[in-house]
């Protein structure tokens, strides 16, 4: 953890671009998930304050705008060890496809558009 | 050399791709039924457009990040959420009337029924989405769309009485015209110059184009020279409605009666360099509004997205594209008129200006995503008038649909 620098989670995690170690898009952070702190009770003195474990995407999006909680097999994580770099984007450390947030794009890639002809060619 | 080259062909490709199916329409129906009295709201679109769009392409040169992006960030994902659904509605009703546009060109030429154009010119835009180049699409269209120019040729060739048509140009409603309908009128012009897919493509396409801070000055200039010289062509098609058509009281049910006074002017020729240029112009921006429907959803939702990828490396970008151009078709197949659905759909551009607009003029004043290029005082003060105009039409622009019977 690097000290020194402040990020507000609220205005400069959420709902930003993420993009992946060559530069391409991979999802919006949709939401956040932060580490378990004690409910409803009195915080001894010393305790860690919460850092955030994961990136959310997908189902958490319906759920942040019409309200309730998916299924927490449903959520998609992108663990925040792999977040390299916070600006007008959060930068990952790996290529996109290694990613789960981005099944969707590889079975559109594979049932449709890769299906039709010259979608895998350059553009001319 | 090779950069006053690369200038000049982005000043000319702006000029071309400023006029679009409304701005063709708007301008000779205007023409046609208020004379000048309306040019006045064109030079005030023009003006807004040229401040607005040098602005999202300066927020996507110095942050890397495209209109929609910067939409979802500011407003959140559910206000950003209900922006993108009112945005990409219009935005596809842009897209169902430039279809439309370029059947109605076609049928202009060949007279064969626009329900025949229609899915050829439907598939036409598709094939060149989905496989030209980024430049090759945008210089193509926009110098070919300079054939236009023979509509500002036409006015001197017409050799109007200038001393009656000079004193038209003070805004004032003809005697002939209800206050409400003038109104009406002035709003779809605004929203013809200002449709928000100028915005949406103009910053997205300063990405795809790998814009960065030194090519600043150079969109400066498409923008600030560009523009305003495509919006003397529009007013160029309203003066010749204005002084054709005008007086014989003929009115602007087709493209037919746009280049009427092109054809008494220069005869064939110039209604050959008038055909090229609509077609040009109007195919031009049936693919910028359909990468537009692109460039919103999958900016919100965070896709990969892009001309400059393999169609495989942004695949959800070019499905939404393709389910987009395919609801055009088919909203066209159904037999609407393709005139009527321009007419619609300037005006709700209109309405949806201030879901743009706003977000832009925010970030473009953000510490953060700006820094030293941040809005100056002078930018600010205009954009702030100008925003007030936007809202004032975009509320006014419902009630005064329903009070006109849109314009009748």
């Not at chain 2, 708007?26 to 030079?43: C, H, I, K, Q, Y």
């Not at chain 2, 607005?52 to 559910?78: D, H, K």
Request: charged residues 15%; contains cysteine; aromatic residues 10%.
């Amino acid at each position: 953890m690097r000290a020194g620098r402040v990020v507000d989670a609220e205005f400069q995690l959420i709902d930003r671009q993420v993009i992946d170690s060559d530069g391409v898009p991979i999802v919006a952070v949709d939401d956040l998930e932060v580490s378990d702190v004690p409910w409803n009770e009195d915080l001894p003195r010393g305790t860690e304050a919460p850092v955030v474990e994961n990136l959310l995407s997908g189902p958490t999006l319906g759920t942040r705008i019409f309200g309730g909680r998916p299924p927490e097999s449903r959520w998609q994580r992108i663990a925040w060890k792999h977040v390299v770099d916070v600006g007008t984007a959060l930068t990952l450390d790996a290529p996109a496809d290694s990613f789960d947030a981005s099944w969707t794009e590889r079975w559109v890639r594979n049932h449709v558009v890769g299906k039709i002809p010259g979608g895998h060619h350059d553009p001319e | 050399m090779k950069k006053l080259l690369a200038l000049a062909l982005g000043i000319l490709t702006a000029i071309g791709g400023f006029v679009d199916i409304g701005d063709l329409v708007t301008s000779a129906v205007v023409g046609s039924r208020f004379g000048l009295t309306l040019v006045w709201v064109t030079v005030l679109g023009v003006v807004g457009i040229s401040l607005y769009a040098n602005m999202a392409g300066r927020v996507a040169a110095v942050s890397g990040r495209a209109t929609f992006e910067i939409i979802r960030e500011r407003l959140g994902a559910r206000a950003g959420l209900a922006n993108l659904a009112a945005s990409f509605l219009v935005n596809l009703m842009t897209v169902t009337a430039e279809i439309g546009g370029i059947a109605l060109v076609f049928q202009l030429v060949t007279g064969i029924s626009p329900m025949l154009w229609i899915p050829l010119a439907g598939f036409g835009v598709w094939v060149v989405v989905w496989r030209a180049k980024f430049s090759a699409l945008e210089n193509a269209t926009g110098l070919l769309g300079l054939g236009l120019m023979v509509f500002a040729v036409a006015v001197f060739l017409l050799q109007p009485d200038w001393g009656h048509l000079a004193p038209q140009l003070i805004p004032r409603i003809p005697a002939t015209e209800d206050g409400s309908t003038y109104w009406y009128y002035a709003i779809a012009l605004f929203g013809a110059a200002m449709t928000p897919y100028e915005v949406f493509f103009f910053s997205s396409g300063g990405i795809e184009e790998k814009w960065s801070v030194k090519s600043l000055g150079e969109m400066k200039a498409n923008v600030l020279v560009g523009f305003p010289l495509g919006g003397l062509l529009s007013i160029s098609i309203a003066v010749c409605a204005a002084v054709v058509l005008l007086p014989q009281a003929i009115a602007v049910t087709s493209l037919s009666q746009v280049v009427l006074p092109v054809i008494q002017a220069g005869g064939t020729l110039a209604f050959a360099f008038a055909v090229v240029g609509m077609a040009a112009a109007v195919f031009g921006a049936a693919l910028e509004s359909t990468l537009s429907s692109g460039y919103t959803i999958a900016q919100y939702f965070g896709w990969s997205w892009g001309k400059f990828r393999r169609p495989a490396q942004a695949a959800r970008f070019h499905l939404v594209m393709l389910i987009g151009l395919i609801i055009a078709v088919l909203v066209l197949l159904t037999g609407v008129d393709p005139v009527a659905v321009t007419e619609f759909s300037v005006v709700f551009s209109a309405i949806a200006l201030p879901l743009t607009y706003i977000p832009i003029l925010i970030v473009s004043n953000d510490k953060q995503y700006m820094g030293e290029f941040r809005n100056g005082m002078l930018t600010n003060a205009l954009s702030l008038i100008f925003l007030a105009i936007i809202l004032v039409a975009s509320i006014a622009a419902i009630p005064l649909m329903v009070i006109t019977g849109a314009g009748q």
